[in-house]
């Protein structure tokens, strides 16, 4: 397929999900919205039954939401990942509907903020329940602030509007208030506000936006806080390059999605501060990740010795870093445009919406709003503009110092 057909696919799939964001409201499901059902007050508040519904509306391979219940609803993280992919589309094709959707996707995050803050962060708006515990509706999570604050700053250099600067610097001031594990290789930031939790994906998620605004802003404190963090977890990477999902042995899996948030906080951690102690440690993960997460025919892995099931957040965030990677690796372009046309012509359904899941015998249709529209939006839209050369970086420091001193407030 020439270069040129490969941006029509990728045009028509945007297209395809961003009419279907349009003509749905911005409302669909999450995969662990099982407590927003009626059942949830058949759990009486215990952890091993609200657990258990949450896996089972999860796990559930017909759609069961409608009949207990459930709604379709706007996330926080969703809106976050559309807002960041209608910027990038806006950079892609300078359209002017892509700015006005953008800024109102950033609107809506700035009117839904957690309730449970003064600074600027985000969570769940119904409970979720997993193995590590209960998180309460609206706490916000280090993840879902991390991420969102990343798009903020992806806002603040499309638009060159400084209150989006000032968001996510609102989002690092609240970070540095988490609790952390401190070790002698580090910190571990925690996934949650109220009791530590260590998570490798979250810590290096909150590091990485630290360092990128702390680039922006010269904080100190911040650049100092990201950079131990990021130690702590390149210092408990696998020998192989691989990074179990925490330290915790019930934590021991390897998933491409989180090595995907791994590898993309640690590569705009390093160009954020311009420190390469960690220069191998990127080196290894990607390199690993390469390796293990995606087939020839571009059908994407979730686990690294598994590809069942085949999930549309894996197969987002395969193509996301590998766009991301492509200025450094030429073979990445490849692979992210291999992964984004098995996925389109597997995963993405008539009316534009992308599919959960394929267990391998059924396809589950379900539309989720950040696991699939939101993050695929994201992906194909970071991939249309590689391909259209995007030659600059929302990570360049110089570029970004030199935008805030001619924002507007």
């Not at 993280?77 to 950033?106: D, V």
Request: aromatic share 12%; glycine share 8%; net charge neutral.
């Amino acid at each position: 397929m020439s270069e040129t057909s490969v941006e029509r696919q990728v045009e028509r799939a945007l297209h395809g999900v961003a009419s279907w964001l349009e003509a749905n409201g911005y409302r669909a499901y999450d995969p662990g919205d099982g407590e927003n059902s009626f059942l949830s007050r058949l759990t009486f508040k215990r952890h091993f039954l609200r657990r258990s519904l949450t896996a089972a509306v999860l796990r559930m391979p017909f759609e069961i939401r409608p009949w207990i219940g459930i709604k379709p609803h706007t996330s926080t993280k969703g809106m976050g990942y559309i807002g960041w992919g209608y910027a990038k589309l806006y950079s892609a094709t300078k359209e002017p509907e892509y700015r006005t959707r953008a800024r109102r996707c950033f609107e809506w995050l700035i009117e839904n903020r957690s309730p449970e803050s003064e600074h600027f962060c985000w969570g769940n708006h119904f409970s979720f329940s997993t193995r590590a515990g209960c998180i309460e509706k609206h706490t916000p999570t280090i993840v879902w602030s991390g991420l969102i604050g990343m798009a903020f700053l992806e806002a603040f250099h499309t638009f060159g509007e400084r209150r989006y600067l000032d968001v996510a610097s609102s989002t690092a001031e609240w970070i540095k208030t988490l609790p952390r594990e401190t070790a002698d290789s580090g910190v571990c930031l925690s996934y949650i506000p109220n009791r530590q939790s260590s998570i490798h994906n979250s810590n290096m998620l909150g590091a990485a936006l630290l360092a990128a605004v702390a680039s922006i802003t010269g904080d100190a404190e911040a650049r100092e806080l990201a950079t131990r963090a990021m130690s702590y977890s390149c210092f408990h990477q696998n020998d192989d390059g691989s990074w179990f999902y925490g330290v915790d042995p019930k934590y021991h899996w390897i998933d491409s999605f989180h090595t995907g948030y791994n590898l993309d906080s640690l590569k705009r951690f390093q160009r954020a501060t311009g420190d390469t102690q960690f220069t191998s440690a990127l080196a290894k993960g990607y390199a690993y990740f390469r390796r293990n997460f995606v087939e020839e025919s571009g059908r994407p892995m979730y686990y690294h010795d598994r590809a069942m099931p085949i999930d549309i957040q894996c197969a987002a965030q395969i193509i996301d870093t590998f766009a991301f990677f492509s200025q450094e690796d030429a073979g990445g372009l490849d692979a992210a445009q291999r992964v984004a046309d098995w996925t389109i012509a597997n995963m993405q359904d008539r009316d534009g919406h992308f599919y959960y899941r394929d267990l391998g015998w059924k396809k589950i249709r379900t539309p989720m709003l950040h696991w699939g529209q939101g993050t695929m939006l994201k992906a194909l839209a970071h991939l249309l503009d590689r391909l259209r050369d995007g030659s600059r970086s929302e990570e360049d420091p110089a570029s970004a110092r030199r935008e805030m001193s001619a924002t507007r407030i």
